[in-house]
């Protein structure tokens, strides 16, 4: 696997607060980084950061040429368009060559072939959202950074998601999550954890879970370990 983004010492700064402290990370094709932490810790501006929507303080960001797609916690779609008339704009923007085949590819990943027809407005919160996802899905952009988005979500509808990253990982994309549920780590090859803008942790799953025995106890040792 090569790197296809990376920060290099990066931190980010709002006024005399700093949010994000002299973060490296390396991110490889092919390759899932859980990004953990507790409220506030910064993991959502670190996700801006990667995907270049707000530039660093300090330090340097290399990005693919292809751009990021960046799914927010929020879903974004717009809702007189049905899910396939969202992904079709989306496709277009991007410049997918094979439309139709990147729509069905993204539909199926996310479960929304049934309902593809329906405006995102008349689906469920869940719905919505896995429509969000499978706009990300259908994006050229080697990287996929997804902020939280299993939230609000029940289990199936999370399977769903999963099974979507899944599907980007086996095309080959990086994706990176972040999540307030420890037994979502296990879907990742690394953890990096955030605490008050430092990163406590970077490791494997199976070295995270060795900190504390198991995920919940491993977040309570590493929360606050830098203050």
């Known amino acids: 696997m090569t790197d296809v983004l990376t920060l290099t010492q990066v931190s980010r700064r709002f006024g005399d607060r700093t949010v994000v402290r002299d973060v490296t990370l390396h991110i490889a ?61 989306f496709a277009g923007l991007s410049g997918v060559s094979d439309r139709e085949s990147a729509i069905d590819a993204a539909l199926e990943a996310t479960g929304l072939r049934d309902i593809a027809d329906r405006p995102i407005a008349r689906l469920s919160a869940g719905q919505q959202q896995r429509a969000s996802i499978a706009a990300g899905l259908v994006s050229p952009s080697p990287v996929l950074l997804l902020d939280e988005p299993t939230a609000a979500l029940d289990p199936h509808q999370r399977d769903h998601v999963w099974e979507a990253v899944r599907a980007a990982r086996a095309a080959g994309r990086a994706v990176v999550f972040t999540t307030q549920l420890m037994t979502e780590i296990a879907e990742a090859d690394t953890v990096m954890m955030l605490d008050a803008g430092n990163v406590v942790f970077t490791g494997s799953v199976e070295q995270f879970v060795a900190v504390g025995g198991d995920p919940e106890a491993s977040f309570a040792v590493l929360a606050g370990a830098e203050s």
Not at 32 to 37: M, P
Not at 57 to 79: C, H, I, N
């Open 29 to 89: 094709t092919g390759s899932v980084l859980a990004l953990i932490g507790p409220n506030g810790a910064g993991k959502t501006t670190l996700l801006s950061l990667l995907a270049g929507t707000i530039p660093p303080s300090d330090g340097r960001r290399e990005g693919p040429a292809a751009g990021v797609a960046l799914v927010p916690q929020r879903a974004a779609a717009y809702r007189r368009l049905t899910a396939r008339e969202n992904l079709a704009l």
